[in-house]
């Protein structure tokens, strides 16, 4: 009876611990994890984003600021108005580069250059925008994107009163014995090389220099935008604006550092803020009431 009751003990002692060791062997539920962020299927629509969402996504070449780059020397789109003998930046241009900085609560800088410039900073990546009555070409769109049209324009061939009769249509002015000018690196430049080859082109730096070799009779003609050459010619009599000159993209457009998709969206709303309320209209008539006074195109280093 005695060894029966040992027995019995040691089974039950043995029964606790077997117990005992299933308890501490039992393995726990692995841990939720958190579920992976999911990545937006396909590019990010920044044209549908609100003003605040693009705001808080958009990045520039220096934080906090819109930097622009401008060519000078292109009245009534950029120049500089004297005012009370010190040179200011004005120009429709200019004044939209405000409206876009302010629209988007960023700090404007502008920086001057010629016009080649302007091209050469934007394909680096070295500006946000480029302002300097740019058309949307094709060609330099591996170099940065565009905005919408802002400016509906033209493109004019100009001479001097004295040779107007000689350029009844563009086929006249395509002769080796004329001299033509026009911009370098401009839509005015290819359309000089499409519409009078054969003819001496002469590419000249700024719209300035063009207008001085045409009165000092060193140009026979030009290719020059229509709002500049009325501008030119309303300070300058002697020049005549003979010919329109065809051109599939008539109007200006701002250049956009390349890939830059959410800066793209908000100078494109801007624009069209600027167009809707009526500033635009506004910002081209007072450049050309200061083009009428007293201005300075080109650099002023210069």
């Known amino acids: 009876m005695k060894n029966m009751k040992k027995a019995l003990a040691m089974l039950l002692a043995l029964t606790m611990i077997l117990a005992l060791c299933a308890c501490g062997s039992k393995t726990e539920a692995p841990a939720a994890t958190e579920a992976p962020v999911a990545e937006p299927d396909g590019p990010v629509d920044y044209a549908s984003m609100s003003l605040d969402e693009l705001k808080a996504v958009l990045t520039t070449v220096t934080d906090g600021k819109l930097t622009v780059a401008t060519s000078p020397d292109f009245a ?87 040779k107007a009769d000689l350029f009844p249509d563009l086929a006249s002015a395509n002769k080796a014995e004329y001299s033509i000018g026009a911009q370098n690196g401009s839509i005015q430049m290819d359309l000089a090389n499409e519409n009078t080859p054969d003819a001496d082109i002469v590419p000249l730096v700024k719209v300035t220099d063009i207008i001085a070799e045409l009165l000092g009779d060193k140009l026979d003609g030009a290719f020059i935008e229509t709002a500049v050459a009325v501008n030119y010619a309303q300070s300058y009599p002697e020049l005549a604006i003979v010919l329109d ?58």
């Open 76 to 162: 009534p789109y950029e120049f500089y108005a004297v005012v009370d003998g010190t040179p200011v930046l004005a120009g429709f241009d200019v004044a939209l580069a405000g409206y876009i900085a302010d629209y988007l609560g960023l700090e404007l800088e502008m920086v001057p250059i010629d016009f080649d410039g302007v091209l050469n900073e934007l394909a680096a990546g070295s500006v946000d925008l480029g302002l300097a009555g740019l058309s949307p070409d094709p060609s330099r769109m591996d170099a940065m994107d565009f905005s919408d049209i802002y400016y509906q324009g033209g493109q004019s061939f100009v001479t001097v009163q004295s």
């Open 245 to 302: 000159v065809p051109y599939d993209v008539e109007g200006s457009a701002a250049g956009v550092c390349k890939g830059n998709e959410a800066l793209l969206a908000g100078v494109n709303m801007a624009i069209a803020a600027a167009i809707a309320d009526g500033s635009m209209d506004a910002f081209v008539a007072e450049a050309n009431e200061q083009s009428t006074g007293e201005i300075i195109e080109g650099l002023l280093e210069e």
